[in-house]
């Protein structure tokens, strides 16, 4: 568990530099409007006094100083749908989601696929008020993550995700409540996630007590090695060699393998960190295509026989 944990820190660490470094400038976004985002009940956060506020950087809404979870469905046309429902659960660090590039715009791709898909906006870590201050304290805080020092190596502390491990679980039972209206087969439910969501994903798999995936996809998460539980199911993992989260590291796949779980693994030669569905000319543009391949040749795409 406390390796897990480890990792998932790590993946806290390193998710946010490449989002505030360079020339992705921060602007102000109107808080919109979701109006089929569905309230979780799972509390609040301790100590936060800043409402959720929303921002916009590399042309992607972004929310942040969440205390309020809630899950929004997007739900695939009857006549397409298949049973097989996913949890969406978007990076950022714990200190914002990003909400369309890892959530939204994930969901609907899923959804076209003919698969119920849920985004799940968990809460975070309370985050300065203005947003020059929010920056600055991102650049302090993952400068060192991201330029580790190769004589020493401390031992981050570990971080608590009981908070988001509430939230997935209470999504969870939602849909397992809403399954007949939502037309989701409860026994093909999984979870996919990227970066910090990847992260909560695999620490749900590791930790929770009353959730029971059918998959699991962990995109650009944390590669660490981790223990692996009994009932384990099926991963599907993706990475770049040009992420600073791979470092040549292949822990997690490994540890899957050597449990006797079945696990794809997918490591392109391209495409950097957070790039979601994609971005232009990288090789790791078609995962999507490969996930939603790997969910068919494993059945879960199949809907059960009315005979």
């Known amino acids: 568990m406390n390796l897990s944990k480890t990792i998932i820190f790590l993946l806290c660490l390193a998710y946010a530099m490449p989002a505030i470094a360079q020339d992705g400038t921060i602007y102000p976004l109107e808080n919109p409007k979701e109006p089929k985002a569905i309230l979780l009940g799972t509390g609040g956060v301790n100590g936060q ?16 100083n969440i205390s309020t979870a809630t899950l929004t469905p997007f739900l695939p046309d009857p006549d397409k749908a298949n049973g097989a429902a996913v ?12 909400m369309g590039n890892e959530g939204w715009e994930v969901a609907e791709a899923l959804a076209a696929q003919g698969i119920a898909a849920f985004v799940l906006k968990y809460r975070l870590q309370p985050t300065p008020e203005s947003l020059e201050e929010f920056s600055e304290s991102m650049n302090r805080s993952f400068a060192a993550a991201a330029n ?20 997935a679980e209470a999504a969870y039972a939602m849909i397992i409540k809403n399954a007949k209206e939502w037309g989701v087969d409860t026994s093909r439910i999984g979870m996919i996630g990227f970066s910090a969501g990847a ?20 995109i650009y998460g ?22 600073f989260l791979f470092r040549g590291q292949f822990g997690v796949i490994e540890s899957w393998f050597k449990a006797g779980k079945p696990v794809e693994f997918h490591l392109y030669q391209n495409g950097g960190h957070g790039f979601g569905l994609g971005n232009p000319n990288r090789t790791s543009n078609r995962w999507f295509e490969a996930f939603t391949h790997w969910l068919d040749v494993n059945g879960f795409l199949k809907p059960k026989s009315k005979g």
């Open 49 to 64: 006094t800043l409402p959720e506020t929303w921002f916009r950087q590399w042309g992607d809404p972004m929310a942040r």
């Open 148 to 167: 580790p020092s190769p004589n020493t190596a401390p031992s981050p502390p570990l971080r608590d995700l009981s908070n988001q491990l509430e939230d």
């Open 222 to 243: 944390g590669m660490g090695p981790v223990q692996v539980p009994e009932n384990a199911p099926p991963m599907f993992n993706v990475i770049a060699t040009d992420d």
């Open 87 to 98: 949890i969406v659960a978007p990076g950022g660090g714990f200190r914002w989601l990003s």
């Open 199 to 218: 992260g909560l994903t695999m620490h749900c798999t590791l930790n929770s007590k009353t959730m029971q995936l059918a998959f699991i996809g962990p």
